[in-house]
Nanobody
Framework: VQLVESGGGLVQAGGSLRLSCAASGSIFSINVMGWYRQAPGKQRELVALATSGGSVNYADSVKGRFTISRDNARNTVYLQMNSLKPEDTAVYYC????????????WGQGTQVTVSS
C-alpha cells in the first residue's frame, strides 16, 4: 500500500494550498482518511478526518479555514487550506485506516507546508 501526497509548499499568511493524497495498492476497503501534522519540536496532531459514512472532524485550530474531502472511487483525500497562518507551518501527513478486521493504518511520507508572515 502506498500513499502519495502532493500540494505542499511555501505560501504567505492568508494564502491557500490544497493537499492531495492518493492511496494505491492492495486496499480492499477504506474507512477513515485523514490528515495530521507535525511542527518542529511538537507532537503529531490531528488536522481533519473523513469517514466512509460521510462524517468529518476538524481540529479546533483549523475549523472554518480547512476543508477535507475525499473521492472514494479514486481512494484520494484532499485538504483545502485557506486563510493560512504561520502556526500552520508543519509537515502534513496523510493517514488511511481500513475497514477490515483487524484494521490497518497507513501513513504517507509527509509534505512540508510553510506559511511565511
Amino acid at each position: 500500500v502506498q500513499l502519495v501526497e502532493s500540494g505542499g509548499g511555501l505560501v504567505q499568511a492568508g494564502g491557500s494550498l490544497r493537499l492531495s493524497c492518493a492511496a494505491s495498492g492492495s486496499i480492499f476497503s477504506i474507512n477513515v482518511m485523514g490528515w495530521y501534522r507535525q511542527a518542529p519540536g511538537k507532537q503529531r496532531e490531528l488536522v481533519a478526518l473523513a469517514t466512509s459514512g460521510g462524517s468529518v472532524n476538524y481540529a479546533d485550530s483549523v475549523k472554518g479555514r480547512f476543508t477535507i474531502s475525499r473521492d472514494n472511487a479514486r481512494n484520494t483525500v484532499y485538504l483545502q487550506m485557506n486563510s493560512l497562518k504561520p502556526e500552520d507551518t508543519a509537515v502534513y501527513y496523510c493517514n488511511v485506516q481500513t475497514a477490515t478486521i483487524p484494521s490497518y493504518n497507513y501513513w504517507g511520507q509527509g509534505t512540508q507546508v510553510t506559511v511565511s508572515s
